[in-house]
């Protein structure tokens, strides 16, 4: 068992790891820091946790992963092509739950996109639930808890 | 009085830019906010507008708000489980007394001094009531109530009390709306959730969009790659046998998928792979052959797009409904939709499918979303121009129950709309 500040650190270098990745597009190294039964969440509703039960902006399994990049690397999704870059800033990291199998964190995280040359805001809470293995840290669900999850949002062409 | 005047000719003007014979519209239809503002009164304050579906407001108690264009509105259900259409105004000094998107209430009470309304939208209760003895009686000031209509579930009301019953409005997109009703599967059809997102641009748009397949195969090649080969080949439908009908009234419906048309027909087809796990959770919950045949066949959704104007869309398996924000500013829900009490394996997938295609982040919406944002950005190029709507003009057939109708990529639905629209707006000239 590591102290806890071990964990923070290698927990928090993991996420800002995960989060240079998709701001740089390279999605396919982000689909190998997911286990098989892993799960990225974008819910609508944010005092829901019954995930499957509920309607979600986005619940990818590896499937719908796999599928998600594809359409943002082939070059046929006409959205795609036209998103600039993301920035996103985490902070805030927090361990909630330190088990052996398990780790649970949660951070902030802001994303902004630059769209047809205008700036987009998306605030978070993320929550990471996280798989300690012999090649590190795996996901094993992400829920990007959106600050206006509910409100009217711009289209998404990327992941957060 | 010279104001007024131009005032009128900005509905007339309005309908001049749309040139039914030649099957096109100006493209400052998009983009003159004179012409937006008038399109709110003549249009939206004057027909049968879409608040809600009854599963929405599922118990005695139950409200969810709403929008009528600009005009917010609660749609509730009281104590005897009548359905009422409120505006959101205090009748003291108006505030909106509903903040919440849904919820259930005893009550709707005003922040600001505390009037107290019933779900009937009847005042109350108010405090030191005393100080208007003999001012008014508290009967009198009732949340102002707008005539509401049900058809199938679907909730319409309108700030007009002259216009015709809402199922006379509904005319021939009755037939449809029935057909897409079946896709709860043997339950009712109920409300599962919803997608909400905006555009820069013009409500017209998305109106013309929903009866346009032509943009299917272009705009959403990313999301036909994704699928598997034979769900790729029943979106494949450009050269098949579907067409676009004009019911009359704006309305209009886009077949697509011939196959999918009636949900409670062709029960006898094998099950498609993408549904063998349905298809398996379901005789896994002890459902009959029989029953698991026709949910995972309800689970497709249908297999067209019934557009109703002005602003909802009985949408293959969903309702994409539309509000105009202002003139380049559109906000839209697609909701979701599954069967009543239905199995819970039928719902999952219902959303799973949903969250596939729709939404803001679904791989179908961001590319439409894309493409209208486009639009609107083109209607700015140049002094004049046209918008053109005249595709399979030349090609028209009458359908079986009399109406034009057109092959399945043509404008055949948008042509309607537009005649709707033109008759609505032009009707300026006689207020």
Redesign the interface.
Same mark, same amino acid.
């Given at each position: 068992m590591k102290s806890n500040t071990q964990l923070l650190a290698q927990v928090t270098e993991f996420i800002g790891y995960e989060a240079d990745l998709l701001d740089h597009k390279a999605y396919q190294e982000w689909l190998s820091l997911w286990t098989d039964s892993g799960l990225y969440i /974008?819910p !609508?509703?944010l005092n829901e946790t019954d995930y %499957?039960?509920? %309607?979600? %902006?986005?619940?990818d399994d590896a499937d =719908?992963r796999r =599928?998600?990049v594809?359409?943002l690397e082939?070059g046929?999704? /006409?959205?795609?092509i036209?998103v600039g870059s993301t920035v996103r800033m985490v902070s805030r990291v927090r361990i909630l739950e330190a088990g052996d199998d398990l780790v649970i964190a949660r951070c902030a995280m802001t994303l902004n996109e630059l769209r047809?040359g205008k700036l987009v805001t998306y605030p978070a809470n993320v929550e990471y639930t996280l798989k300690p293995t012999a090649e590190g840290l795996k996901l094993e669900q992400k829920v990007v808890k959106l600050l206006h999850a509910?409100?009217?949002?711009? !289209? /998404?062409?990327f992941i957060f | 009085m010279s104001q007024l005047i131009d005032m009128k000719n900005i509905g007339l003007q309005a309908a001049d830019m749309v040139d039914v014979e030649k099957g096109r519209v100006k493209k400052e239809l998009y983009s003159n906010p004179e012409i937006f503002e008038e399109e709110l009164d003549l249009v939206f304050n004057n027909t049968w507008v879409f608040v809600g579906h009854e599963s929405e407001v599922p118990e005695a108690g139950s409200f969810k708000t709403a929008y009528i264009g600009r005009q917010p509105v609660i749609l509730s259900r009281d104590r005897k489980m009548n359905l009422h259409v409120l505006q959101n105004r205090c009748r003291h000094r108006g505030a909106t007394v509903c903040e919440a998107r849904k919820g259930k209430t005893k009550a709707f009470t005003c922040p600001y001094h505390g009037w107290g309304y019933g779900l009937d939208g009847s005042l109350r209760a108010l405090p030191k009531p005393e100080e208007y003895d003999g001012v008014f009686d508290k009967s009198e000031m009732p949340l102002e109530s707008l005539r509401a209509e049900s058809y199938q579930g679907m909730v319409f009301a309108t700030f007009n009390n002259d216009i015709e019953p809402l199922e006379d409005f509904l005319g021939g997109a009755k037939k449809w709306i029935d057909l897409f009703m079946k896709q709860g599967g043997g339950y009712p059809v109920k409300v599962l959730g919803e997608h909400r997102f905006n555009f820069p641009g013009n409500w017209k748009i998305q109106l013309e969009n929903t009866t346009d397949a032509y943009h299917f195969p272009i705009v959403h090649k990313s999301f036909v790659s994704s699928l598997d080969e034979a769900t790729a080949d029943i979106f494949d439908f450009l050269d098949g046998e579907g067409f676009v009908e004009d019911l009359g009234n704006g309305h209009s419906v886009m077949v697509m998928i011939p196959q999918l048309v009636d949900l409670e027909a062709d029960l006898d087809q094998p099950i498609p792979e993408r549904f063998s796990a349905l298809a398996q959770a379901l005789r896994d919950e002890g459902k009959s052959e029989n029953e698991v045949k026709k949910l995972v066949r309800a689970a497709h959704g249908t297999g067209f797009n019934l557009n109703l104007f002005p602003n909802v869309s009985c949408s293959m398996a969903f309702f994409r409904v539309l509000r105009p924000v202002s003139v380049g500013e559109t906000e839209i829900q697609h909701v979701a939709l599954g069967g009543d009490g239905a199995p819970d394996a039928f719902n999952h997938k219902r959303m799973r499918l949903h969250e596939h295609f729709q939404g803001p982040m679904g791989f179908g919406t961001p590319d439409d979303g894309e493409a209208w944002e486009r639009v609107q950005k083109g209607s700015m190029a140049g002094t004049d121009g046209w918008i053109l709507v005249n595709r399979g003009m030349s090609k028209l057939r009458t359908s079986e129950d009399g109406n034009p109708q057109g092959a399945v990529c043509s404008e055949t639905g948008m042509r309607g709309a537009y005649q709707q629209y033109k008759k609505m707006m032009a009707a300026a000239e006689e207020k």
């Open positions: /974008v !609508t509703d %499957l039960n509920t %309607l979600n %902006l986005a619940l =719908m =599928m998600r594809a359409r082939n046929e999704s /006409v959205s795609a036209s047809h509910d409100g009217f949002l711009r !289209t /998404v062409s | -």
